[in-house]
């Protein structure tokens, strides 16, 4: 990607990631929040939002860790 010459910044990996499952009867609702999600930020950032989803499902975490701005490239 970097070499194609894109309009965009030079590509980096991020360092982490999160993933959450989700089942198959909530399907419809997840549909709805991701068609819904730019004006759902307006008024909760995704940060706020994630750490929200850490702490109701009980995932542990390292807080220096979360939303790290290193990238590695």
Known sequence: ???????M???Q???GFAAFTVSV???EV???????????HRRRSFQE?????LKRHEI???PRYVFEQ???G
């Open 25 to 27: 009867s909530q399907r």
């Open 49 to 53: 939002e994630f750490m929200e989803l």
């Open 1 to 7: 990607m970097n070499e194609r010459g894109d309009r």
């Open 9 to 11: 910044t030079k590509f």
């Open 70 to 72: 290193e990238h590695v």
């Open 30 to 40: 997840v549909s709805h929040y991701i068609r819904s999600q730019q004006e759902h």
């Open 60 to 62: 542990d975490y390292d």
């Open 13 to 15: 990996w991020q360092l």
